[in-house]
Antibody
Framework: EVQLVQSGAEVKKPGESLKISCKGS????????IGWVRQMPGKGLEWMGS????????RYSPSFQGQVTISVDKSISTAYLQWSSLKASDTAIYYC???????????????WGQGTLVTVSS | DIQMTQSPSTLSASVGDRVTITCRAS??????LAWYQQKPGKAPKLLIY???SLESGVPSRFSGSGSGTEFTLTISSLQADDLATYYCLQYETHHTFGPGTKVDI
């Protein structure tokens, strides 16, 4: 069974750093790109960027380039999303999602993690 | 960047109604479009990919059509369980979601 299991909810202060995780299982983790999607409170879905676990090739949305870093540790089938200095506006639910087609970014997302709620407040 | 729009933004319908949601792309995306259903507090669920292909396990009352810049998601007979927000996603170049359509029963 394909599963993406994300790390738990976080409460942070502005200026702090954070790294959240997404562990894949039940499929060949290195062959499918993984994307990260933001959902701010009461708002829609925004694609942030994607990473290829087999080679660490990374693509970012222009809106998020330089704001976050996406990385992967294929030895433990885990993708990461990190911030070096959080802002209150980073408060959101963050989802990871696996692409449906192997070896390409031109694919829909078929499996999703459960989401990680990040709250940034002083 | 490819921009996506959806209409309507909200839709009120009754059980049994035929419901249609439209998604438009700012440039041609061929058939590289998916539709998702998101219920409150849940992750999105893939309904349709490649504009008109039904994801395994999704009820046949859901269907998709279109190509190029204009696409539609149709629910042939709305059920109470279909209360959700629906998003389109283009994946021709990177990924861009539409702003969503909230369906009230």
């Amino acid at each position: 069974e394909v599963q993406l299991v994300q790390s738990g909810a976080e409460v942070k202060k502005p200026g702090e750093s954070l790294k959240i995780s997404c562990k894949g299982s039940g499929y060949n983790f290195t062959k499918y790109w993984i994307g990260w999607v933001r959902q701010m409170p009461g708002k829609g879905l925004e694609w942030m960027g994607s990473i290829y676990p087999g080679g660490s090739d990374t693509r970012y949305s222009p809106s998020f380039q330089g704001q976050v870093t996406i990385s992967v540790d294929k030895s433990i089938s885990t993708a990461y999303l990190q911030w070096s200095s959080l802002k209150a506006s980073d408060t959101a639910i963050y989802y990871c999602a696996k692409m449906a087609i192997a070896l390409t970014t031109s694919s829909s997302f078929d499996y999703w993690g459960q989401g990680t709620l990040v709250t940034v407040s002083s | 960047d490819i921009q996506m729009t959806q209409s309507p933004s909200t839709l009120s319908a009754s059980v049994g109604d035929r419901v249609t949601i439209t998604c438009r792309a700012s440039q041609s995306i061929s058939i590289w479009l998916a539709w998702y259903q998101q219920k409150p507090g849940k992750a999105p669920k893939l309904l349709i990919y490649k504009a008109s292909s039904l994801e395994s396990g999704v009820p046949s009352r859901f269907s998709g059509s279109g190509s190029g810049t204009e696409f539609t998601l149709t629910i042939s007979s709305l059920q109470a369980d279909d209360l959700a927000t629906y998003y389109c996603l283009q994946y021709e170049t990177h990924h861009t979601f539409g702003p969503g359509t909230k369906v009230d029963i």
